[in-house]
């Protein structure tokens, strides 16, 4: 966490290979949120620089108050939502097939898995922006309550119901599509 305060201090201070290190220390975790937000997209880089870019002019801003990560997940939640909210509808999954784990496994095993990856998938981006973020960020990113509490904007017991409906939305529509594949 200093690590990156020094690294806002530097860049602050006029030194931009700063900005720099820290857009390659987090740009795996935030592609990572914006795939799980809107699925594989051709948007999706797209998204994760529109963040950074939202990061690098308002990085004076910043007060040091949270975890730098805290305050640029809650940067890059609001940028994927404002991206799904203009264009009014759920990203198609194209793309979901390049984000199933591959290893030395059969074919069949090979191809079960990569149905199993494209259902949870599909089944995630059906669920509501707002519950989909909480869990995401909980279950995928491994953040604690409060730091998700931070990143949204809300309280830990809405966290925590926005998590639990999300869940529920999940086992449904999981139970409905995949039956006997999960």
């Known amino acids: 966490m200093s690590e990156d305060f020094d690294y806002i201090e530097q860049f602050l201070s ?7 290190a820290l857009v390659r220390k987090y740009q795996n975790k935030v ?5 799980s937000l809107i699925g594989r997209d051709r948007d999706s880089e797209d998204i994760a620089q529109e963040a950074f ?3 690098y002019h308002s990085l004076s801003s910043f007060k040091q108050k949270c975890q730098f990560s805290t305050w640029l997940y809650r940067i890059v ?5 404002d991206f799904l909210r203009k264009r009014k509808h759920l ?9 199933a784990h591959t290893f030395s496994a059969g074919p069949q095993e090979e191809l079960l898995m990569k149905e199993k990856q494209m259902l949870i998938n599909n089944a995630l981006t059906s669920v509501p922006f707002k519950f ?3 869990v995401v960020l909980k279950d995928m ?3 604690s309550y409060s730091e998700i509490s931070r990143v949204l904007g809300c ?3 809405t966290v925590e119901s926005r998590i639990y409906r999300a869940r529920q939305f999940l086992k449904v529509k999981l139970s409905r599509a995949g039956g006997d594949l999960l």
């Open 91 to 99: 990203v198609s999954n194209d793309a979901v097939l390049e984000a």
């Open 155 to 157: 309280s830990i017991g």
């Open 53 to 55: 870019l939202k990061v």
């Open 77 to 81: 939640v609001n940028t994927a939502y």
């Open 141 to 143: 990113e491994g953040l």
């Open 31 to 35: 592609l990572n949120i914006v795939y």
């Open 14 to 20: 006029g030194e931009e290979r700063a900005f720099e």
């Open 132 to 134: 989909r973020a909480a």
